[in-house]
């Protein structure tokens, strides 16, 4: 005579096996760590994957350098694609920084003032992180 229905034998093998899975996790997880409790590399790795990762999500979020900028993190700005991304990267290698939105949108085809303004606080044109040159 059995107490459960079909339905409540497959839930509770499902358990069995997720209570499976979940302890072996835990014994490979337990096997790369070290003796102090962290993981190979220890603190020191950590620290560098978080400075990385604060630098990588600064960049991402702060506004965009556009003398300093590759051609993916110009595609942030509104209106830029990849191939006015190319232009702008093809003609600051050419002609060199440059100076402010007026001369940017000179300068590249496909930009102009109405597109330069939507950057208003999102873009930059100093290649330092002073803020010079906005």
Known sequence: MSFLTGKQKLAAALLCALALVGAGVRLFLAERRGAGGQAAGGAAADSAVVAALTAELAEQTG????????????????GIGPLLAARIVAERGRGGPFSGPEQLAARVSGIGASTVAQWEGRATYSDSTSGEGK
Do not use: G, M, Y
């Open 63 to 78: 506004p965009v350098r556009i003398n300093a900028a590759d051609a993916r993190t110009l595609e942030r700005l509104p």
